[in-house]
């Protein structure tokens, strides 16, 4: 999945803007990781994400999305399901790692974010995953300051998440968000340093580890939208919008 979109650099004003997006969004997930119990269908998680988008004047990016159009306010994927699961009757199980990506739009400005977590007890495997996803999303956001290119941020990600044994999607990456949910530049997980877009203050990214277990390749369900991995491993997704700025980067999916 390759594109070409502008890059559209923010304003400091459009940046509070999304801000306040990213605000909303995690105020719908927090409604959503609330209800993480055995018993609770995918379908519950949704409408609560959307009660809550709903309450702030806010909707979801995600819906319509696309071809054939998304049905659902946010993604849900459990466990070799790496994104763009669609919500339905399927009840979580103790066990499962569930991964939530939700998007907000307010005020005409996106705000795009994701985790993973555990139902109950999970095995030490799928602990690990959970940890080293959440922390290469850190290691990619410390790399988002002036003088970095994109595949600055994709290299580092890449080698600590190869590192601890696991694998980065090649099909998905982190994106531009804005205005629209999907902006230039393109953020791979992957890639060699001291390439791709210079790093800009203005610069608004959706930056987005997704990690296999066992397996880099993927592949979509007849649905023609759940990906899974090719070998059925457990698999996890982390994800900021974050801000560059003239000093640190400023994480908009935040309270
Ligand atoms: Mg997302
Ligand atoms: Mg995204």
């Known amino acids: 999945m390759n594109w070409d979109r502008e890059v559209l650099l923010k304003t400091p004003a459009e940046i509070a803007l999304m801000r306040e997006a990213g605000r909303v969004n995690y105020l719908a997930h927090q409604a959503v990781r609330e209800l993480l119990q055995p018993g609770v269908t995918t379908a519950d998680l949704n409408a609560a994400a ?37 919500p339905g009757k399927r009840k979580l199980q103790e066990g499962d790692i569930v991964s939530v990506d939700c998007g907000t739009v307010l005020e005409g ?8 977590a555990g139902v109950g007890e999970i095995s030490p495997l799928a602990r690990k ?18 003088g970095n290119r994109t595949g600055d941020i994709s290299a580092a990600i890449q080698q600590f998440v190869e590192a601890n044994g696991f694998h980065v999607t090649r099909e998905y990456t982190g994106h ?8 230039g530049p ?60 003239e000093g640190d980067p400023l994480v908009l999916t935040v309270l």
């Open 186 to 245: 393109q953020v791979p997980n992957y890639g060699n340093p001291g390439t791709g877009s210079p790093l800009r203050p203005g610069m608004t990214i959706a930056l987005e580890p997704m990690v296999l277990v066992g397996t880099h390749r993927t592949r979509v369900l007849s649905d023609q939208w759940t990906v899974i991995s090719i070998d059925k491993s457990l698999t996890a997704h982390f994800e900021h919008s974050v801000a560059v700025t």
């Open 129 to 146: 995953l959970l940890d080293v996803t959440e922390q290469a999303l850190s290691i990619g956001i410390a790399m988002m300051r002036v």
């Open 176 to 183: 531009g968000v804005g205005r629209s949910m999907h902006e």
């Open 50 to 86: 959307e009660e809550v988008l709903r309450k702030h004047g806010a909707y979801s990016p995600f819906k319509n999305y696309g071809h054939p159009p998304y049905p659902a306010s946010i993604c849900v994927s459990l466990n070799e399901e790496l994104v763009h699961g669609i």
């Open 109 to 116: 400005y996106v705000g795009d974010s994701a985790w993973t």
